[in-house]
């Protein structure tokens, strides 16, 4: 459910004529040009969706005589639209807003022109639609990739996190992570408004980062780049010491770089993390500093094995 009063703020539209709906049954985020219906073709009509009247359909309805054109009208508002939104500024005609009211359907206004507020508004809704889900961890900006720390409690995410801000990383979410799925292939989290900007250090209580280090170390939402699932060290367990396999774990169908960094006292837990920032950005180039060492063992080998024979 998409809330209108929200979706007037956000686009910053002008309201022509209210509506009594507080919300509207929007299922896809998507938009519709009603100029075929204003020619009569009803046969595939999207009135599900935020109906957006630009130039084109502006001086068509301008064009027609003020019979036919209330005609028509009467027809496109018998369907439950959820609302129409005028670009570019333009006046609405008498007549719309009068069928509007009886449908009790709302008429904004906006001076933006159409392409831009049709970008605006599916921007709005992929936001609003998105499949959300909420994380135990804290999320992290390191040189521009988004780091996501998780592990059971009091493993030391806050303090990594928090060591980090110090080195001039930016603090998204501590303890809660709200992830969306914003596309396909993209996650982005944030931080529920509550609890924004506050972390909790065990000995010292809740501290609020930007009021202490400014507003440079806080960040509003990230992508999700990378997991990093901190856990104590585990005698005797194999961790992998050369990268040359990368492990991905699945978060609302999203395949998000995986790895585990196992924490004991005396490691620089920032450090290691910054270098996995840098690490997964060279990756993404095309470098891999396990496969480029990897190729050269195997052509030393292969260089020996010719010498030998």
């Known amino acids: 459910m998409i809330q209108a009063a929200d979706f007037a703020k956000n686009l910053k539209l002008t309201e022509l004529s209210p509506s009594t709906k507080a919300e509207w049954d929007i299922r896809t985020a998507d938009l519709n ?15 599900e969706r935020p109906q957006v009247i630009g130039k084109v359909e502006m001086t068509y309805l301008e064009s027609l005589d003020s019979k036919a054109r209330q005609e028509m009208l009467k027809k496109y508002f ?17 007549d719309l807003l009068r069928e509007a009211k009886e449908r009790d359907i709302a008429v904004y206004q906006t001076d933006m022109v159409t392409t831009k507020f049709t970008f605006a508004a599916i921007t709005y ?27 059971e409690s009091g493993v030391g995410k806050s303090e990594a996190a928090l060591e980090l801000v110090k080195r001039g990383h930016q603090l998204v979410a501590d303890d809660v992570v709200d992830i969306c799925r914003v596309a396909d292939n993209r996650l982005t989290g944030e931080c529920p408004e509550m609890v924004r900007h506050f ?9 609020d980062i930007r009021a202490m280090y400014g507003i440079g170390a806080v960040a509003m939402s990230k992508s999700i780049d990378l997991v990093m699932h901190m856990e104590k060290w585990v005698e005797g367990k194999e961790y992998d010491r050369l990268g040359l396999s990368e492990d991905y774990i699945t978060i609302l169908g999203v395949k998000v770089p995986h790895q585990i960094m196992p924490v004991r006292p005396g490691r620089n837990l920032a450090i290691i993390i910054e270098v996995a920032a840098r690490n997964l950005s060279l990756k993404r180039t095309g470098y891999s500093a396990a496969h480029e060492l990897d190729r050269r063992l195997n052509e030393m080998i292969m260089k020996q094995s010719g010498q030998n024979e």
């Open 199 to 207: 972390m909790e250090i065990r000995g010292i209580g809740i501290i």
């Open 78 to 94: 018998s369907y439950d639209l959820p609302c129409v939104i005028i670009c570019r500024g333009m006046h609405a005609p008498e």
């Open 125 to 151: 809704l992929n936001r609003c639609l998105a499949p959300r889900v909420t994380r135990h961890g804290v999320l992290v900006d390191v040189y521009g990739v988004g780091v996501l720390l998780t592990g």
């Open 33 to 47: 040009r009603p100029g075929m219906q204003f020619c009569g073709f009803y046969e595939y009509f999207a009135f």
